[in-house]
């Protein structure tokens, strides 16, 4: 058994750590609250907007008049990997890696695949020499906000436009509440069609005209559909890190009623030591 210096030792460490967990935990909490705000409240929108998006894309009358929904032949494949720029959030980052590059395995592995790395824990794996990553964006965490995501969302469509690339992908953690996150494979562009999923088609008038929705709404809502990716993505990490700092405080606190618990068997132990030494002693004496 270990000697009472080396426990209290021990319990001193396990329970610095437990208010270093217990304090990220709260700090967590706060910011999932305004994250967790932020993309409940855009969330609509979104998706009703590209339920339309998808509509309108395969209404108007010539795909080559709408570049985002053109469909070519596959050879070039962009994955985006969607990750924290921290870690101590469970397998919150390495759930999102290991599906991008099981994506590129097992769909892709006939074409070539890059990857645009979004957050320093993405960027720190892929810029390994065996992936292909064309940039990386690690600061937009810092102020997430419309108009930096506006500024991402813009090189990535162009390289879409310039036919850089075929197929672009969204790897990312979708937000569905602090101890929930799916893991969520979105194709970017070329925008798919929702219309063979719904029973009834949609018939839409354009105002002013079809050219109109494609230079202005259409680059708009792909705008709006990449920023509502990393607003899932912001509140999931939050609500992974509040959850993995929730278990490790109550680890600590368990690992800490054990050790209280060999401390006191151990100093029960010391003492009775003593009283057999001074009994043995006495009992010297005697004789």
Known sequence: MANLKEIRTRISSVNSTKQITSAMKMVSAAKLRKAQDAIIQLRPYANKLHEILSDISQNIDSTED??????RELKKVLIIPITSNRGLCGAFNTNVIKKSLNIAQEKFSSVD??????????????????????NNYTEIFDELNFTTASEIADSVMQYFEEKKFDKIILVYNQFKNAGVQILTEEQFLPIVSETEKSKFQKDYIFEPNSEY??????????????????????ASEHGARMTAMHKATDNATELLKALRLNYNKARQAAITNEILEIVGGAEALKG
Do not use: E, H, T
């Not at 957050?119 to 892929?126: L, T």
């Open 66 to 71: 709408n570049i985002y929904a053109q469909q």
């Open 113 to 134: 695949v890059s990857y645009l790395a979004i957050g320093k824990k993405s960027r720190d794996f892929f810029k390994n020499p065996r992936f292909k990553m064309i």
């Open 213 to 234: 929705i494609v230079q202005q709404l259409i680059p708009k809502s792909l705008k709006i559909q990449f920023f509502k990716a990393l607003l899932d993505s912001n």
